[in-house]
């Protein structure tokens, strides 16, 4: 080589190799790097082919030798260039890398001799895949909100139709009936019931329940999910809690029940009975983004995290990237609608958390709750209310009067003859516009059950504008999300709604469609008695 070809292959990025054919005559300190070597004579010498294995490189060659007009002078064509060609080089420590690899066929004493360049394109590939990957999560994170929000709303749609089937089927009950007619009807409302179980998972999933955050203490989080029904009375011995002191969580309290009793249901199925169930509440920080199972970042800070981990038979790994797939299960047929986990993560992105898990075949599965902490001091300890003993539906003396604005006449009317059965005075109106009309002819009522969709205004406008004039009228929202009660994981087992969430300084109450007729009137009996009660404290 002369001295400035040499020159420019000392300083090239690429590597350069030059070869007889047969062996290695020359390379550059770029083929060094790139083959890990530290002397030349570590390549210089050797058969070509150990960095470059054939049939590649002979095909090159052979199209080389077809194409090339050489010269005695060493004058080249055009033609003498080979097309780049993808291969895998070898490096000496025996590991591979991709390289793009154009070649040059030139006589040097009168001999062929074929000098390759070498372009390592490995972090070109990766940085391609990556953004194959990112455009594929991002298409996948798209279709799964459009997924969330087709289900939100077939769910409210379904929701209406089960209460109309519900509350009809109710009211036929408390009929003469023969024994069969009377067991028919109960084979209804248990169809309605596992129905309710399947739209209320749709519309955790759809991200579209109603959310109500608070300041939250996760010890007594802890302590209320490991004492829910819906649990393995003979697991909950078995779990080993531990739990720090964290700083106070700002969560919707019934959604984070949920989360937390659907994973320590999944962790009961994957565990024998004498297997063990760990629940771990620690405050970490997280010093750099990390992506969680939704493929949303999540941001650097302190995190309070919940870790629910098994000794069960773990996911097997082939379908561990369906699990959060809306529909997934490996159930049988009739034992679950396959929307748990993807309901949990519905909920936590709802309360701006997060969620990640690994899982090992038959050692074992371990999910994480991650929720950013409050900041804003630790909260006092709520203690249990306890609900006060309601008197039964028929025993209302007084007979209030109550406003149901409902805009599905269907619904409407099974919630005003629920009412009117009970001993209570109803007025109907399907719109906002008709509600204040008929306020404005017979005053004031003494609750509104209002629907979260109505015509004319929303639910908040029409609360407003009532509320201006009587501050402490009682509302009663019919909602799509069950803010009342915390539903099992399994939806075969989860009974309609037994009495609204009720909140005492608001004097409003939640109850989540589709509900019974008696859980109607026990939520209205226990609205009133709360606003009762607020009328004669000093």
Wanted: proline share 6%.
């Amino acid at each position: 080589m002369n001295e400035r070809y040499e020159q420019l292959a000392a300083r090239s990025l690429d590597g350069m190799v030059v070869h007889d054919g047969e062996k290695i005559t020359e390379v550059n300190d770029a083929m060094m790097r790139m083959a890990g070597a530290t002397q030349r004579d570590q390549l210089v010498g050797h058969p070509v082919a150990m960095l470059l294995a054939p049939p590649h490189l002979k095909s090159v060659a052979r199209y080389l030798l077809a194409l090339s007009d050489v010269t005695s002078t060493g004058a080249t064509t055009a033609s003498t260039l080979a097309p780049v060609v993808r291969e895998r080089l070898v490096r000496l420590d025996g590991t591979l890398c991709d390289v793009d690899v154009s070649a040059l066929l030139l006589l040097e004493n009168d001999e062929p001799v074929a000098h390759l360049m070498l372009r390592d394109v490995t972090a070109r590939l990766e940085a391609e895949q990556q953004v194959r990957n990112d455009t594929a999560k991002a298409q996948s994170l798209q279709r799964l909100q459009e997924i969330r929000v087709i289900a939100g709303g077939v769910a409210h749609e379904i929701n209406n139709m089960l209460q109309i089937i519900l509350g009809f089927a109710t009211i036929l009950e408390e009929e003469p009936l023969s024994r069969s007619q009377r067991l028919d009807v109960a084979e209804i409302l248990k169809a309605s019931a596992y129905a309710a179980g399947i739209t209320h998972q749709l519309v955790q999933f759809g991200q579209s329940a109603t959310y109500r955050p608070r300041s939250v203490d996760l010890k007594e989080a802890i302590t209320r999910a490991q004492a829910d029904p819906a649990l393995d009375s003979a697991h909950r011995n078995r779990f080993i809690v531990s739990v720090d002191e964290t700083p106070p969580v700002w969560v919707d309290p019934p959604q984070l029940q949920q989360v937390l009793v659907h994973l320590l249901t999944n962790a009961e199925r994957a565990t024998t009975r004498q297997g063990d169930i760990w629940l771990t509440v620690r405050e970490v920080t997280l010093e750099a983004p990390r992506a969680a199972c939704d493929g949303r970042a999540m941001p650097p800070g302190r995190y309070a995290t919940i870790s629910v981990r098994d000794s069960g038979v773990g996911i097997p790994s082939e379908i561990q990237p369906r699990i959060f797939e809306p529909f997934f299960t490996t159930r049988g047929i009739g034992q679950g609608a396959g929307l748990g986990l993807s309901a949990v993560q519905g909920m936590l992105a709802q309360n701006n958390g997060f969620l990640t898990f690994t899982s090992t075949p038959s050692v074992g599965s371990e999910f994480c709750v991650w929720l950013q902490t409050d900041g804003r001091g630790r909260v006092a300890s709520e203690r249990a209310h306890e609900a006060p003993i309601l008197s039964t539906p028929h025993e209302v003396v007084d007979a209030p009067t109550i406003l149901v604005v409902v805009a599905n006449a269907s619904v409407r009317t099974v919630a005003g003859r629920s009412l009117e059965r009970a001993g209570y005075r109803v007025h109907e109106a399907g719109t906002g516009d008709e509600a204040l009309d008929v306020i404005h002819r017979l005053g004031c009522p003494a609750l509104v059950v209002t629907d979260e969709a109505i015509s004319g205004m929303t639910e908040q406008e029409l609360s407003r504008r009532l509320r201006s004039i009587w501050p402490v009228l009682p509302m009663l929202l019919l909602t799509t999300n069950s803010l009342s009660s915390t539903p099992t994981a399994g939806v075969d087992s989860l009974p309609p709604a037994d009495v609204a969430h009720i909140d005492p300084h608001e004097q409003r109450g939640n109850l989540a469609k589709p509900f019974s007729n008696f859980a109607l009137v026990r939520s209205v009996q226990e609205l009133l008695k709360t606003n009762q009660a607020a009328d004669t404290t000093p």
